[in-house]
């Protein structure tokens, strides 16, 4: 059974393992805590990036194996939750979008970084776009699209920075381990 089959972390079993296996899921829960973090009170209400969709697309291409679906469900409920939303109104969203945007994992393999930013770009347009037309429904309202234009771009220009941090772990994590190593 795979790390993404079990929910995403894959360990031996021995605590720092573990750890070390939970760090994407650390990493994107903390973009999380950031993107619902309070504004200074000069701009209450402007308008910020969702941080927390580039370290979930992000981990979904370089390391699926320790981001499983589990682990981005109880991410999107988090979110969901503190952001006063229905709850599983981002999963469905998200869910929905990799359902729609599926690629194999060797798609991604060895393609440019402006490749996966475009792939990214694309994957979080329909992502927010769904979003809001759930909102819109689950609400009875129909919301204002342009904020949430206005996010997506941000979210988009967002992308390079978070997945420079987010490579910065990688080191850090276990190493993958292939079935054909296996003995």
Same mark, same amino acid.
């Given at each position: 059974?795979? +790390?993404?089959?079990?929910?995403?972390? #894959?360990? %031996? +079993?021995?605590?720092?393992?573990? @750890?070390?296996?939970? /760090?994407?899921? @650390?990493?994107?829960?903390?973009?999380?805590?950031?993107?619902?973090?309070?504004?200074?009170?000069?701009?209450?209400?402007?308008?910020?990036?969702?941080?927390?969709?580039?370290?979930?697309?992000?981990?979904? #291409?370089?390391?699926?194996?320790l981001l499983g679906n589990t682990l981005i469900l109880i991410v999107t409920v988090v979110l969901d939750a503190t952001a006063g939303l229905?709850?599983? /109104?981002? =999963? =469905?969203?998200?869910?929905?979008?990799?359902? @729609? @945007?599926?690629?194999?994992?060797?798609?991604?393999?060895?393609? %440019?970084?402006?490749? /996966?930013?475009?792939?990214?770009?694309?994957?979080?347009? #329909?992502?927010? %776009?769904?979003?809001?037309? /759930?909102? %819109?429904?689950?609400?009875?309202?129909?919301?204002?699209?342009?904020?949430? =234009?206005?996010?997506?771009?941000?979210?988009? =220009?967002?992308?390079?920075?978070?997945s420079l941090a987010m490579a910065a772990l990688q080191p850090h994590l276990p190493k993958v381990v292939h079935a054909a190593s296996r +003995?």
């Amino acid at each position: 059974m795979s +790390g993404l089959e079990r929910g995403g972390i #894959v360990t %031996s +079993g021995r605590p720092e393992e573990l @750890l070390r296996g939970s /760090l994407p899921f @650390l990493a994107v829960l903390l973009l999380v805590f950031v993107d619902l973090a309070p504004l200074p009170n000069a701009a209450p209400t402007a308008l910020s990036p969702l941080l927390c969709l580039c370290g979930i697309f992000y981990w979904t #291409v370089y390391r699926p194996d320790l981001l499983g679906n589990t682990l981005i469900l109880i991410v999107t409920v988090v979110l969901d939750a503190t952001a006063g939303l229905p709850l599983g /109104l981002t =999963a =469905a969203a998200l869910f929905a979008t990799r359902l @729609l @945007l599926i690629a194999p994992p060797r798609f991604f393999a060895g393609r %440019s970084f402006l490749v /996966l930013w475009a792939c990214f770009s694309l994957a979080v347009t #329909v992502l927010m %776009s769904l979003r809001w037309l /759930l909102a %819109s429904l689950y609400f009875h309202h129909l919301f204002a699209f342009r904020p949430v =234009a206005f996010e997506l771009l941000l979210t988009i =220009a967002a992308y390079p920075l978070i997945s420079l941090a987010m490579a910065a772990l990688q080191p850090h994590l276990p190493k993958v381990v292939h079935a054909a190593s296996r +003995g």
